[in-house]
């Protein structure tokens, strides 16, 4: 079974402070994602990534930036914590494939509270 | 760009039939997948189609139009651990997935 996992599952920060999300997989999947989930509003995309320190923009980018400096890990930082960045983070992985395979795997989440 | 629209909520009774419709306009299609999320949980692979027709899975089946923009999840035989949010989201040959805002259905005894 693909396995992701996220280093925390819930956090509490202060305005202004640097966030770091951490997020790894075991299946050695190419594909890496940050997601960010708000009620009403689904799923966005922050950020992903196709292959080791490479990165794309998703749709959110704003206030965000990743790291993969390995293919198993994918960090996201948030360098300045802001209120309206409290939300659920999500990291997925896939193959890079097409079709079927770019079936997205999730880890359990990030309950973030900015304060 | 992708719009996808689906139901916002739905309800129905322990051990009845429920279908939750998927609407989309894309600038690409690459298959439309169908994931499962329980409250405070990750979302959870449930089904893909890419041609048209009835994909069956136990009690889930999904259905695909790609000339209409248009998929159906069915839940038969609906019991309480059904309960969840249920999202559609369409590949486009990028890599990423586009998904809808989820469907939230509660299932009653």
């Known amino acids: 079974d693909v396995k992701v996992t996220q280093s925390s599952r819930y956090l509490v920060k202060r305005t202004g402070e640097k966030v770091f999300l951490e997020c790894v997989q075991d299946?050695?999947?190419?594909?890496m994602f940050w997601y960010r989930q708000d009620p009403g509003l689904g799923l966005r995309l922050i950020y992903f990534s196709y292959d080791v320190k490479m990165k794309e923009k998703g749709d959110i980018p704003e206030g965000y930036s990743v790291s993969r400096e390995k293919k198993e890990r994918f960090s996201l930082i948030l360098e300045s914590a802001s209120t309206n960045q409290t939300s659920m983070y999500l990291c997925?992985?896939?193959?890079?494939?097409?079709?079927?395979?770019?079936?997205?795997?999730f880890g359990p989440g990030t309950r973030l509270l900015v304060l | 760009g992708q719009n996808i629209d689906q139901p916002t909520e739905m309800t129905a009774t322990e051990g009845a039939i429920v279908q939750i419709n998927c609407t989309y306009q894309t600038s690409g299609f690459n298959g439309l997948f169908w994931y499962q999320q329980h409250a405070g949980e990750a979302p959870t692979f449930l089904s893909y189609n890419v041609l048209d027709g009835l994909e069956e899975k136990g009690r889930f089946s999904s259905f695909l139009s790609r000339s209409k923009g248009y998929s159906y999840l069915l839940l038969k035989e609906l019991q309480m651990k059904d309960s969840a949010s249920y999202l559609c989201?369409?590949?486009?040959?990028?890599?990423?997935?586009?998904f809808g805002a989820g469907t939230t259905v509660t299932v009653r005894a």
């Open positions: 299946m050695d999947h190419e594909n």
């Open positions: 989201a369409v590949g486009s040959n990028d890599y990423k997935l586009s």
């Open positions: 997925a992985s896939s193959l890079a494939g097409t079709g079927e395979q770019e079936t997205q795997y």
